[in-house]
């Protein structure tokens, strides 16, 4: 199988950094994504990170290492509008890039 | 708006019913997938679709029933489901290859089985 694992929940306060980690199965993998869900709406990508390393794209960061299976999503400047699920992905397979997904992390910033 | 569009957006039906989701794209992608969101489950992939031809069918149940006629639309057929089929289906699509394979994600239809 191709388990993503995340954390079901996470807390965090305005203006901090949240760090949201996520393990995946390597056999097949191409990619991993990070998409944002707010409740009700459509998951939105955030990033796609291929080679091993840090990918900064505003106040978002991504960070992968294939060897290791792992990768994390980094929030600086947590605004309260980042209170959303966080969905990990890993693209799996060949041309298609199948995604499978983890459960979520439900982030709420808080005050 | 991602560009990818779902009706309808609410939908309940009676398990003998029978009733059909829309899925539309002008994204010029060739890969179209459903999935499955129930509370406290990951996104479920149910099938995929390349170049218009079934690639992947993730052990689903026969009483779902996708129809791609062509790259940028893609249907599920529903008939005599159950309570448990109750959640939000999202389409979604994506360029084929791995360069910037990122998947677009509609709306979704949220389903009701009473």
New interface residues.
């Given amino acids: 199988g191709q388990n993503?694992d995340q954390p079901t929940e996470m807390t965090a306060t305005e203006g901090a950094i949240v760090q949201i980690n996520c393990t995946y199965q390597t056999s097949g993998f191409?990619?991993l994504?990070w998409?944002q869900q707010h409740a009700g709406?459509?998951?939105?990508?955030l990033s796609?990170n291929?080679l091993d390393g840090l990918e900064e794209k505003g106040r978002f960061s991504s960070f992968l290492s294939r060897s290791k299976g792992y990768s994390y999503l980094l929030l600086k400047e947590l605004q309260m509008k980042d209170s959303a699920s966080y969905?990990c992905?890993g693209?799996y397979g060949g041309?298609?890039?199948?995604?499978?997904?983890?459960?979520?992390t439900l982030l709420a910033v808080q005050p | 708006e991602?560009g990818?569009t779902q009706t309808p957006r609410h939908l309940v039906m009676g398990m003998t019913n029978k009733k059909s989701l829309k899925c539309e794209q002008h994204l010029g992608h060739n890969?179209m997938?459903w999935?499955k969101q129930s509370a406290?489950?990951?996104?479920e992939?149910m099938f995929?679709y390349?170049f218009k031809e079934q690639?992947?069918n993730n052990s689903v149940p026969s009483r779902f029933s996708p129809e791609c006629p062509n790259s940028s639309h893609l249907f599920l057929h529903l008939h005599t489901l159950q309570p448990e089929d109750s959640a939000l289906y999202?389409c979604?699509s994506?360029p084929?290859?791995?360069i910037?394979?990122?998947?677009?994600?509609?709306?979704?239809t949220r389903l009701t089985v009473v």
Avoid: D, H
């Fill in positions: 993503i191409n990619g994504f998409y709406e459509a998951p939105t990508f796609y291929v969905l992905a693209g041309a298609t890039n199948k995604l499978i997904f983890g459960t979520g | 991602t990818v890969a997938y999935y406290k489950k990951p996104l992939l995929v390349n690639t992947e999202l979604a994506s084929t290859g791995r910037n394979p990122e998947a677009f994600f509609g709306q979704g």
